[in-house]
């Protein structure tokens, strides 16, 4: 009877352990594929999810195998202990980062929030407990090798056919991929490259598998000439070069007299059918990168790939470090790498095209951890690279069974691969899914292959020691349905959150807009949900303030419950995030909004706010310019002036405040002075596109037309994506009667702002023969006369 009931507990225990092992494959299929259109970001959003749903609920199996068996089994791994010490750094970085909730979880979909480094983690550990086989391991392959075919032909059909099966509205381009980012579609398909060669080398396989690894070695290829990503060539390159001098030098040690080679042992006879070749093919991709960028132009995948240089990470990374004592010990806080960007960042950055961009990591994500996670987590990484370093000796010194050692080093391969790309490139949740799963089975099979030691804990032995780890194990049970719980909540927030979006921007329905936004707070606090709820407060205004019929008492009732509530959303935005500067931004908005109606002392809180806002980007000219749009309400000329000068001393070509101020010059009567200045300035620095754009605006609202045509075109060559010049440029050439150059000038503003209605419509008057402006202004003001410049 005793024998019966234990027998029936093993079944119910391997049982719930073959549910982990399908969980994972799950996994490793779905994810490349996986996507719904419900949230903000939904590639990563829906990929986090997902991933953490399947995580989390295999580590609930795997505890309750424990209280089953009441044992612990841990393998005696140093790369699995040193991603334990990451994850404990982070956690520590986010007890003292700024904003922590921001650190611990942000979102729910970041990569390098302290609770993605930890399910993560723990995905890996998990792996490598239960893919201790090589049919499990092959299995995995085959479930990712699977995934990547279908993630080709959606992508043939979508960029080549024009075809998108499903969630239209989330491909909006070519380069609209089910990985992700497009470089990231060329990591996968890297990563899917250096799988099937090795496979192809290395296994004595029938000759139809082999067929199919080498149609998943092209497919992989044709992916990644479509990207033409450089800084993948050089790392693919890199290490098809180490498997091709492994294979050599394994080759050679084969043939030695004396060595008894197993029956299945390496074909290296057939090296230089593939892995030479493939070699030397990936050579001359990287020497012919310009011919492949003409492919990809024609093709239109080619994409800019912005990212901060060695130089200005590093820079970032040494001002985060040195800014306190905490800085050096921990860093700012994980996830927190876009505000010592906005903080740190070389004052170079603004005289370059991507001067506002809000760069997330550096130029790699590993580097870029120093400055969140300061010397412990720089520390901890390198600790954890050095491991799998030397996790490559154990791989190269097996040689009892083909099959593992063919598996170990697709492994170590794989997963070395993209924790390399991750140092030079910041890849999306996907490749770290990845990453994380391949260093898992690493370590699996080097524990089946006996190159890693376990060290297996009873605690049922102990009353006392039992009692409590049990105790332990329930509260991780608990803990890990209250985090899934979290995130279905966080994502529930994301899905109300874009229906917010969806009934302001869509429909235009205020109130459904402030229902859903209040639905997203209720589920998940989120800095930028307070943002758009006070934005909506400001239409509110404008709507209240602008009422026919409505008694002067009603009308202050409202207009105070408006400005009140839009205060205090955009308040909790600031109270959440003050580390964002859209967050101090929206507050001074909500004041400026109201500069106008002369309330008492909105004038000074914006200020304020805006100077708050320097202190976190303290080189964005924005502040400055709105300071000035300020005092102008004010009737402060003087003032402004100086805040514009402010904003130019930052950026000498800023569009806006070049714009700005030539409106006040008209308006102050000022035209021919400001002209002078201008061509004394322009006659200093001929090569300052800024300075020529504020000469061809001035020229054009003093209706010089001819003399501004000039300076646009001059502008337009030293900056072909000088989208206002081009504008106003394309606007003198219809005046003139020049149709084909106006239409050529606005197709290359289409081009550079894909989805702007108003140069859609004027492309359509033109090719119709309309004038450019015609049923666009009025009842719009000219465009020299508006707030902002035509195309932001």
Known sequence: MHNIEIQETKERSINLENIVVYIFYALIFLLPIFVLPLTINSFVFSKAMLAYAGIGLAFLFWLFTRLQKGNLIIPKSGLLLSLAGIILVCLASSFFSINAKFSLLGAGYEVGTFFFFMVLGIGAFLVSLFFQSEKKIINLYIALFISASVVFVFQVLHTIFEITPLFSQLFSFKTSNLIGGWNDFAIF??????????????????????????VLTALSFIAMIAVNFLVLWYVFGIFMLIFLVY???????????????????????????????????????????????????????????????????????????????????????????????????????????????????????????????????????LAFLGFLLYYGLKVLSYSKNDLSRALLVALYLGSLYLWTMSIFYSPGFLIYVLAFILTGALVALLIQAQKIKTIEISFL????????????????????????????????????????????????NLDEAEIKLAKAINLDSQDIYFRDLSEIGIIRIQQILSQQGVSDEILRNQFQNALGTAIQNAQMAVSLNPLDPLNWMQLARVYESVVSLQIAGAGDLAIQSYNEALKVSPLDPSPYLAMARVETQLGNIQKAREYIDASLGMKSDFTAALFFLAQIEAQQGNLGEAIKRTEQAVLLAPND??????????????????????????????????????YFLGLIYDRQGINDEAIKQFEKIEELNPGNNEVENILKNLRAGRSALQDISPPEPLPEEREQPPIE
């Open 247 to 381: 294979f050599f030098s394994r080759r050679s040690f084969e043939e030695k007299p004396g060595f008894d080679a197993p029956e299945t042992s390496f074909q290296g006879n057939k090296l230089i059918n593939l892995s030479f070749f493939i070699v030397i093919l990936v050579f001359v991709f990287i020497l012919a990168r310009g011919l492949l960028g003409d492919f990809t132009v024609s093709l239109g995948t080619n994409i800019i790939d912005a990212r901060p240089s060695w130089t200005a990470t590093y820079e970032v990374v040494k001002d985060s470090l040195s800014e306190n004592t905490k800085n050096i010990i921990l860093g700012t806080g994980p996830n927190t790498f876009l505000y010592d960007w906005l903080k740190f960042k070389p004052a170079v950055i603004n005289s370059t095209l991507f001067w506002n961009t809000r760069f997330q990591s550096g130029i790699g994500h590993l580097p870029s951890m120093v400055a969140t996670t300061g010397i412990l987590g720089g520390v901890a990484l």
């Open 689 to 726: 596109s800024g300075a020529l754009f504020q000469l061809g605006l001035l020229y054009y609202q003093n209706k010089n037309y001819e003399g501004a045509k000039l300076v646009f075109e001059r502008a337009i060559i030293l900056n072909p994506n000088y989208s206002n010049a081009r």
């Open 189 to 214: 398909f890297g990563l899917i490259a250096l799988s099937s060669i090795i496979f192809f080398e290395l296994f004595n396989i029938k000759k139809r598998i082999k067929i199919i690894l080498l």
């Open 461 to 508: 032995k102990n009353p006392k020691f039992g009692f409590l780890s049990i105790l332990f194990i329930v509260f991780l049970i608990l803990l890990t349905i209250f985090a899934l719980y979290l995130m279905i909540q966080k994502y529930w927030a994301g899905y109300s959150y874009v229906q917010a979006l969806n009934k302001l921007n869509i429909e235009g």
